[in-house]
């Protein structure tokens, strides 16, 4: 279902972290899959260059482009403490 433009609006303006940001224009910025976007790893992000990442999807690994701005906003998300096979969208339980 396509959204109205009120809704995309509205939908940019919702994440507040860096986190919500870049998985917000992964998904639907980039059209990368959930499953895409949970196995990004810190290597990943560090070995990008040229705006090309490596890409692990369902059935074969790929290099694709990413828009820099996003680029940026995962080596935010990569700290130098990070080990190489860190995934960088891991998943935290909220409670209440």
């Given at each position: 279902m396509t959204l109205?433009?009120?809704?995309?609006?509205?939908?940019?303006?919702?994440p507040e972290i860096y986190i919500e940001k870049a998985g917000l224009e992964i998904l639907l910025g980039h059209g990368w899959r959930p499953?895409?976007?949970?196995?990004i790893k810190a290597k990943d992000v560090r070995k990008?260059?040229?705006?090309?990442?490596?890409?692990h999807g369902k059935e074969r690994d790929e290099f694709t482009p990413i828009?820099?701005?996003?680029?940026d906003l995962l080596n935010v998300l990569t700290p130098g403490t990070?080990?190489?096979?860190?995934?960088?969208?891991?998943?935290t339980r909220v409670r209440n």
């Open positions: 109205s433009w009120e809704e995309v609006v509205a939908l940019i303006k919702t499953v895409e976007v949970r196995r990008a260059k040229d705006s090309i990442i490596w890409c828009l820099s701005e996003t680029l990070l080990a190489d096979d860190s995934e960088i969208f891991r998943s």
